[in-house]
């Protein structure tokens, strides 16, 4: 039976029943139900007395908008109207026909927006003489979803639900009224697990996993976290992976040999649809006497992460041996300086956001570039089809997403020794190119000339309320990723470094009331004896949230150490905290993704101040700064003093480097005509570092 109010994200209203009987044929048809329905009760067995009052009163409905759905759970009155189950898909499927007859008129009233009320009536009159029809109480709800009432539709789904929890339909209504919220997420990721539990799908056990750390719900995290790992353990037992995208799996527990088998199981998928498109692309030809001709494909040509880091690179490279083109596949490229700059500074700009997988490789092809470089690799709106073509000799993967490609058709990643240990070479598919310091590039050298000054403490930048006097703030603990990364465990972890440093407190980014909110409670509930709030006559709160802002660098640079996330690393915020000059205390674990910062603050010189062996020497290493803070001072301005000649933050060394791991790519393909290989990269900071720059230009002054 078709019903209007079966719905999706990406389409309201699945069907609408066409056309409709005659308004005196529903009056008839209620009335030969009625007349059966009073002769039945007589000669039925089937139905006790309470079960006809039950059919008679109507359940009552919570018109309250904010009610919970927790309330039909437990009301008694809508649990006894639930019992006879058995009576309920009787009393369906005898009045099945009549039922539908309502839907159909109800369909007709509900196309014409003037006819709103007369739809509601028809619903309503419909519920009063079938009761017991999970459809027509559900339909209530389609009701109210297309009108985008959410908590009115989610009362009504739940109801129908309730009524009939074999219906997938009911649940799957209210998960995406849920979704079309702004607030209570808890009760969003508590139907995701509801609806997990009836049907066991990947798809909904990812989406819990993105409501419940998206939003810091720590109490529904331990069942969610099992169950990915669990889950997911019947997949990598078969020597696949389970079916997460790349990018969503780099945030889930898994280790490098566990997203190879997934970032493998995307590519091999693939595979087979480039393998469906026959294409002849000409190899472009090398022999040294000519430019390489380099290029780069990014949805990110804009402010972002990736834009900000690129920008200044371009203009680096040596013209004389080197002709870059940038290919733009996104459509929302702004006019910013970011763009600009990368526009104004590559050879040639192309836009190829608007073609299909062959079109685009053509176009690649057709401009003969013999080393194209993935920026973006399996994030959003990138062209990893495109590479599945094969449009260049010599494909390279880069900055864009932490991990493998797991494809065949990406030749290298550009990484470092840090990030790729070699004895998790195995689980890449791609060839190795060690850089000397780090595989990131950060250029805050060339945005930020001026290197921030300590910030003095500003209330205006904080959602937490402050104490009136901030000039004597506590020792300040902080993190600025995404409160997606966040995680209960750690969270423990963070409230014990917390109690064992006296007169200190944690700055966490605010994401929202809800996040914040949500992190609060768990805390108040997982730590009473902290306080949270604060006397603020006296004392700070224990954990600040600070707005983002323009100069969010400077604004960071108020913090003493940075707490990072194991799991998924900050990777431009820990730049942007060693710019400031704030330590950073890290523990690295098998990923590139869990390992980046390790490697920023290692070329930073602070590695055995802040790299962590195991959970415990995390907490210890930063109760010991947090202790030692005229030690710590020390390091702070050793970090502020090396910042100038630090390789982190020379873009132009970079590049010089990138070119040399180009120059050995295209040897080893053009002139060798070998298979790619590993690749470690000369260090040339001694002759081309900051410090050697100056020292040329004060011989040519």
Same mark, same amino acid.
């Given at each position: 039976?078709?019903?209007?109010?079966?719905?999706?994200?990406?389409?309201?209203?699945?069907?609408?029943?066409?056309?409709?009987?005659?308004?005196?044929?529903?009056?008839?048809?209620?009335?030969?139900?009625?007349?059966?329905?009073?002769?039945?009760?007589?000669?039925?067995?089937?139905?006790?007395?309470?079960?006809?009052?039950?059919?008679?009163?109507?359940?009552?409905?919570?018109?309250?908008?904010?009610?919970?759905?927790?309330?039909?759970?437990?009301?008694?009155?809508?649990?006894?109207?639930?019992?006879?189950?058995?009576?309920?898909?009787?009393?369906?499927?005898?009045?099945?026909?009549?039922?539908?007859?309502?839907?159909?008129?109800?369909?007709?009233?509900?196309?014409?927006?003037?006819?709103?009320?007369?739809?509601?009536?028809?619903?309503?009159?419909?519920?009063?003489?079938?009761?017991?029809?999970?459809?027509?109480?559900?339909?209530?709800?389609?009701?109210?979803?297309?009108?985008?009432?959410?908590?009115?539709?989610?009362?009504?789904?739940?109801?129908?639900?309730?009524?009939?929890?074999?219906?997938?339909?009911?649940?799957?209504?209210?998960?995406?009224?849920?979704?079309?919220?702004?607030?209570?997420?808890?009760?969003?990721?508590?139907?995701?697990?509801?609806?997990?539990?009836?049907?066991?799908?990947?798809?909904?056990?990812?989406?819990?996993?993105?409501?419940?750390?998206?939003?810091?719900?720590?109490?529904?995290?331990?069942?969610?976290?099992?169950?990915?790992?669990?889950?997911? /353990?019947?997949?990598?037992?078969?020597?696949?992976?389970?079916?997460?995208?790349?990018?969503?799996?780099?945030?889930?527990?898994?280790?490098?040999?566990?997203?190879?088998?997934? !970032?493998?199981?995307?590519?091999?998928?693939?595979?087979?649809?480039?393998?469906?498109?026959?294409?002849?692309?000409?190899?472009?030809?090398?022999?040294?006497?000519?430019?390489?001709?380099?290029?780069?494909?990014?949805?990110?040509?804009?402010?972002?992460?990736?834009?900000?880091?690129?920008?200044?690179?371009?203009? #680096?490279?040596?013209?004389?041996?080197?002709?870059?083109?940038?290919?733009?596949?996104?459509?929302?490229?702004?006019?910013?300086?970011?763009?600009?700059?990368?526009?104004?500074?590559?050879?040639?700009?192309?836009?190829?956001?608007?073609?299909?997988?062959?079109?685009?490789?053509?176009?690649?092809?057709?401009?003969?570039?013999?080393?194209?470089?993935?920026?973006?690799?399996?994030?959003?709106?990138?062209?990893?089809?495109?590479?599945?073509?094969?449009?260049?000799?010599?494909?390279? !993967?880069?900055?864009?997403? !932490?991990?493998?490609?797991?494809?065949?058709?990406?030749?290298?990643?550009?990484?470092?020794?840090?990030?790729?240990?070699?004895?998790?070479?195995?689980?890449?598919?791609?060839?190795?190119?060690? #850089?000397?310091?780090?595989?990131?590039?950060?250029?805050?050298? /060339?945005?930020?000339?001026?290197?921030?000054?300590?910030?003095?403490?500003?209330?205006?930048?904080?959602?937490?309320?402050?104490?009136?006097?901030?000039?004597?703030?506590?020792?300040?603990?902080?993190?600025? !990723?995404?409160?997606?990364?966040?995680?209960?465990?750690?969270?423990?972890?963070?409230?014990?470094?917390?109690?064992?440093?006296?007169?200190?407190?944690?700055?966490?980014?605010?994401?929202?009331?809800? /996040?914040?909110?949500?992190?609060?409670?768990?805390?108040?509930?997982?730590?009473?004896?902290?306080?949270?709030?604060?006397?603020?006559?006296?004392?700070?709160?224990?954990?600040?949230?600070?707005?983002?802002?323009?100069?969010?660098?400077?604004?960071?640079?108020?913090?003493?150490?940075?707490?990072?996330?194991?799991?998924?690393?900050?990777?431009?915020?820990?730049?942007?905290?060693?710019? =400031?000059?704030?330590?950073?205390?890290?523990?690295?674990?098998?990923?590139?993704?869990?390992?980046? =910062?390790?490697?920023?603050?290692?070329?930073?010189?602070?590695?055995?101040?802040?790299?962590?062996?195991?959970?415990?020497?995390?907490i210890e290493k930063a109760v010991y700064w947090g202790n030692n803070r005229k030690e710590l001072e020390e390091i702070r301005k050793r970090l502020e003093?090396?910042?100038?000649?630090?390789?982190?933050?020379?873009?132009?060394?970079?590049?010089?480097?990138?070119?040399?791991?180009?120059?050995?790519? =295209?040897?080893?393909?053009?002139?060798?005509?070998?298979?790619?290989?590993?690749?470690?990269?000369?260090?040339?900071?001694?002759?081309?570092?900051?410090?050697?720059?100056?020292?040329?230009?004060?011989?040519?002054?």
């Open positions: 039976m078709t019903i209007i109010c079966d719905v999706d994200e990406n389409n309201e209203k699945k069907t609408v029943p066409k056309g409709s009987k005659y308004f005196r044929v529903f009056n008839i048809v209620i009335g030969i139900w009625t007349l059966f329905f009073f002769v039945s009760s007589f000669f039925s067995t089937n139905f006790t007395s309470e079960e006809m009052n039950l059919m008679e009163n109507e359940p009552k409905i919570v018109h309250n908008i904010q009610t919970e759905i927790g309330y039909w759970m437990k009301d008694q009155e809508f649990q006894n109207f639930m019992k006879p189950k058995r009576d309920l898909t009787e009393f369906n499927k005898m009045n099945q026909t009549e039922i539908r007859n309502v839907m159909k008129l109800y369909g007709m009233y509900s196309k014409d927006k003037n006819n709103s009320k007369k739809a509601l009536e028809v619903l309503e009159e419909a519920h009063r003489s079938f009761p017991l029809s999970d459809e027509v109480v559900a339909n209530i709800g389609g009701f109210y979803f297309d009108r985008k009432d959410w908590p009115k539709a989610i009362e009504w789904f739940s109801k129908a639900h309730y009524m009939n929890d074999t219906d997938l339909r009911w649940i799957n209504n209210i998960l995406v009224s849920f979704s079309k919220m702004e607030d209570r997420k808890e009760e969003y990721g508590n139907w995701l697990w509801k609806s997990y539990q009836l049907d066991k799908k990947m798809k909904t056990l990812s989406k819990m996993w993105d409501v419940v750390t998206k939003f810091n719900l720590f109490d529904q995290f331990p069942r969610t976290y099992t169950e990915i790992i669990t889950e997911s /353990q019947k997949f990598f037992d078969n020597g696949t992976g389970p079916p997460f995208t790349c990018f969503s799996a780099l945030h889930m527990p898994f280790n490098v040999s566990q997203l190879f088998l997934i !970032a493998k199981k995307e590519s091999d998928e693939l595979i087979l649809k480039a393998k469906k498109t026959k294409m002849d692309l000409p190899k472009p030809k090398w022999d040294s006497t000519r430019k390489l001709r380099i290029g780069f494909v990014s949805p990110d040509v804009k402010n972002h992460a990736v834009g900000i880091q690129i920008r200044m690179m371009f203009s #680096m490279f040596d013209k004389e041996k080197f002709e870059t083109t940038m290919f733009s596949c996104r459509n929302d490229t702004d006019n910013s300086w970011v763009s600009n700059k990368i526009r104004n500074t590559v050879d040639h700009f192309v836009e190829v956001y608007e073609g299909s997988t062959s079109e685009v490789a053509r176009i690649v092809n057709s401009r003969q570039i013999d080393i194209l470089v993935d920026l973006a690799m399996w994030t959003g709106h990138s062209r990893i089809d495109v590479f599945a073509m094969r449009p260049s000799p010599i494909q390279v !993967a880069w900055l864009g997403m !932490a991990g493998t490609t797991g494809s065949p058709f990406h030749d290298y990643l550009i990484a470092d020794s840090t990030v790729v240990r070699p004895e998790y070479e195995e689980f890449y598919s791609e060839k190795i190119v060690y #850089m000397p310091h780090s595989y990131h590039i950060f250029d805050h050298k /060339q945005f930020m000339p001026v290197p921030p000054s300590r910030m003095q403490l500003e209330r205006k930048n904080f959602v937490t309320d402050l104490p009136a006097d901030v000039h004597r703030p506590p020792f300040l603990f902080c993190n600025h !990723a995404h409160s997606s990364r966040l995680d209960p465990f750690l969270f423990h972890r963070w409230m014990e470094i917390l109690r064992r440093v006296p007169n200190s407190a944690l700055v966490l980014k605010y994401h929202g009331e809800e /996040q914040m909110r949500n992190i609060l409670k768990y805390a108040e509930s997982a730590f009473p004896r902290m306080k949270f709030e604060g006397d603020l006559d006296r004392e700070w709160p224990r954990i600040l949230f600070q707005r983002g802002g323009k100069d969010h660098i400077a604004m960071k640079s108020i913090c003493d150490i940075y707490l990072d996330i194991p799991k998924f690393n900050g990777h431009s915020t820990t730049g942007d905290m060693l710019w =400031a000059g704030v330590p950073a205390i890290t523990q690295p674990l098998t990923t590139i993704a869990s390992r980046a =910062a390790s490697s920023f603050v290692t070329v930073s010189g602070l590695q055995e101040m802040a790299v962590a062996r195991d959970d415990k020497d995390y003093a090396g910042r100038e000649d630090n390789p982190l933050f020379d873009t132009f060394l970079f590049v010089k480097h990138m070119e040399s791991a180009f120059e050995e790519m =295209a040897h080893i393909e053009y002139v060798e005509r070998e298979r790619p290989r590993n690749i470690q990269v000369k260090n040339r900071m001694e002759e081309e570092g900051s410090k050697a720059r100056r020292e040329r230009e004060k011989t040519r002054e």
